[in-house]
């Protein structure tokens, strides 16, 4: 009888008529709580599926810690009835009376829930407790002006699965990044020492108007004096888990002043112009480096305009692709490098005109302009114009006697092979000593990954990757230098150039810099840029270039220094 029963089961299963009612119910464990605890809430649901749940409004007030799901069916008078239970575990994001909102399912609707979060004296830092401290680099902004948001963590006591949540904007829009690396220390705060963690954002308000910052909050887990048993019946201390956070800023995002005239809106702590010669001396027709610098505080490197160059007559001027960087140390700082190739095509006096960027001051609230001043150079005659212009000497015949002619001659004939041989040797030499160098820098490195293996594996593997992508850079360029060289494309070997030292020299950003890094290579980065931006007397040939490439000594190649993990994750 129970076997025929167990058999035909699944068919009366089959046969019975399934409930699907779209009715969503919802419960609380409790509507009081205090800061840092957590709220229990459940979803009861017939027929319905929790993904069709749209859980997005609880984000505003809630952080979802946990989400667990759990369904059953069973037969009622005769019908199949399924429910199933959707249980969140949520987490207050700040005090006072906040709600659980309504969600939607189904075209069905759960019905709110009020509850109060009450604010927990928190002990401070320097008593074996927490805080976080905010500040910002500016309470009265300017549209587009960058606020730096710096949140300091003090730690008093020992603190587990802790993270730090970054700081939200409402009103205006704004974009928020995180800016430099977090940093860790330790300092003494009223005879306590206590650990400091310390991370700061860039806010940029994109317009102007109400802009409000959320507080950066704290969340872990410290131990609360008592004792529970974990699923292996062990006694372990049991965690509570805290939350401490900072004061939220309420700003006022001013527009763009009617007094500002520039063509590119510029709000800064300070603006700067400067520049970088390569040589003392021009000369018409041979090229010549300019680097001209912009520098600016309190502007992220993408917002820094490009450089305008005056035409002037009398000089081509060449720019490359401008080169940027930021810096936040105290303060931000980016900057802009141009480097500018201008090869003179008269004898004289040149002037280059003056270049101005006009930018806001952020902390006299005034406009001012960058300047960078005009510059007069004096243009020497070339090779060519100065042999055009020379007296052509008369030709005087020496006075030899017969005898010492075949000696001469014979003198004369010898002479070409025995520099030829020495230069030949001499050129070997320097080649397999650059090679030397190459395979010497590899095998520090590499002895230097060995010697370190014991400390932490983490760190070699790491460090074993770094090492390993710049001599493959290094590798790369210096392939694609000797193609070029070979070649006789002094474009490309230009390119190429460049590359090969910024492989080896990371802040090498132009070959003006590389010159003065490697004197030897001077001459022919000038002839480089001759065949490149002006016109020579004959073809460019790689052969010498390739040749003092191989022996220079750039040193090893930089690697970035060593970043401890995070404490607290972003």
């Not at 037969?75 to 207050?92: A, C, D, K, W, Y």
């Not at 910052?213 to 292996?232: A, C, E, M, S, W």
């Not at 840029?529 to 040193?555: E, I, K, M, P």
């Amino acid at each position: 009888m129970v076997k025929a029963i167990t058999r035909w089961f699944p068919a009366l299963l089959l046969c019975l008529s399934v409930v699907a009612q779209a009715a969503v119910e919802s419960r609380i464990d409790r509507s009081q709580v205090d800061e840092g605890e957590t709220i229990r809430y459940s979803l009861d649901m017939s027929g319905v599926s929790s993904d069709e749940i749209d859980l997005n409004p609880l984000e505003k007030d809630f952080d979802i810690l946990g989400r667990s799901q759990q369904s059953s069916t069973y037969i009622r008078n005769g019908q199949v009835e399924m429910t199933s239970e959707l249980v969140l575990t949520l987490l207050p994001k700040r005090t006072g009376k906040l709600v659980i909102p309504s969600l939607s399912v189904d075209n069905d609707q759960t019905q709110p829930h009020r509850i109060t979060v009450k604010k927990v004296q928190q002990v401070g830092a320097d008593q074996g407790g927490f805080e976080v401290r905010a500040s910002l680099s500016s309470e009265n902004p300017k549209v587009q002006q960058p606020i730096i948001y710096r949140a300091t963590l003090l730690v008093g006591r020992q603190i587990f699965n802790a993270s730090i949540e970054a700081p939200t904007v409402s009103g205006v829009k704004a974009l928020v990044e995180p800016l430099g690396e977090q940093k860790q220390y330790t300092q003494v705060l009223d005879g306590r020492e206590i650990t400091a963690v310390e991370q700061s954002w860039v806010i940029t308000p994109e317009e102007s108007g109400d802009l409000e910052i959320t507080p950066v909050r704290l969340i872990g887990q410290v131990h609360n004096g008592q004792r529970k048993r974990d699923p292996f019946g062990n006694l372990t201390r049991a965690l509570k888990r805290v939350q401490v956070s900072s004061q939220p800023y309420s700003l006022t995002v001013e527009p763009i002043p009617a007094q500002f005239s520039g063509r590119t809106w510029l709000p800064a702590e300070k603006l700067s112009l400067s520049e970088d010669w390569q040589t003392d001396s021009v000369t018409q027709g041979e090229p010549v480096t300019r680097v001209i610098t912009l520098t600016a505080e309190g502007l992220t490197s993408n917002q820094l305009p490009p450089l305008t160059l005056p035409e002037v007559k009398g000089v081509k001027q060449y720019a490359a692709t401008p080169e940027t960087d930021q810096h936040f140390g105290d303060h931000l700082v980016s900057t802009l490098e141009l480097e500018v190739t201008l090869i003179p095509s008269k004898v004289g006096t040149l002037t280059l005109p003056e270049i101005r960027v006009p930018w806001w001051d952020v902390k006299a609230n005034r406009m001012r302009e960058a300047v960078l001043e005009a510059v007069t150079v004096e243009v020497l005659p070339g090779v060519n114009a100065a042999q055009a212009a020379a007296p052509v000497p008369l030709p005087v015949e020496p006075e030899v006697t017969p005898e010492v002619v075949p000696q001469a001659q014979e003198a004369v004939a010898a002479t070409p092979d025995e520099p030829a041989t020495q230069a030949d040797e001499t050129a070997a030499g320097w080649i397999n000593h650059g090679w030397l160098l190459l395979v010497g820098v590899v095998l520090g490195s590499v002895g230097t990954l060995l010697l370190g293996r014991f400390s932490s594996k983490a760190d070699n593997t790491a460090a074993q990757r770094e090492v390993s992508a710049a001599v493959s850079s290094v590798s790369h360029a210096q392939r694609q230098l000797k193609q070029a060289c070979e070649q006789n494309d002094a474009r490309a070997a230009r390119t190429a150039l460049l590359e090969w030292a910024k492989a080896q020299r990371p802040g090498c950003t132009h070959l003006n810099q590389l010159a003065d890094i490697c004197p030897d290579l001077k001459p022919e980065i000038n002839r480089l840029n001759q065949h490149t931006y002006g016109r020579a007397a004959q073809s460019w040939q790689g052969q010498q270039l390739w040749r003092l490439a191989q022996s220079a000594r750039l040193g090893p190649p930089e690697t970035a220094e060593g970043i401890l993990e995070p404490l607290y994750r972003t």
